[in-house]
């Protein structure tokens, strides 16, 4: 068994990378609802502060 770095919990399976959340593997659970989420927005974020800085 393995435990789902942001839950603390055991899960089956084989895991997903938890980054940027944090450094280790997550359950499948937490990778759809808060790892996948995170990355869409830090995404995002980093397209709004690319159209900020054209130009300048």
Not at 6 to 29: M, S
Request: include cysteine; aromatic fraction near 8%; glycine fraction near 10%.
């Amino acid at each position: 068994m393995k435990y789902c770095s942001i839950y603390g919990k055991e899960f089956e399976g084989w895991g997903n990378n938890a980054r940027p959340v944090n450094e280790g593997t997550c359950c499948d659970n937490c990778n759809t609802n808060i790892v996948i989420p995170r990355r869409i927005q830090d995404h995002m974020n980093s397209i709004k502060g690319r159209e900020n800085n054209c130009g300048n």
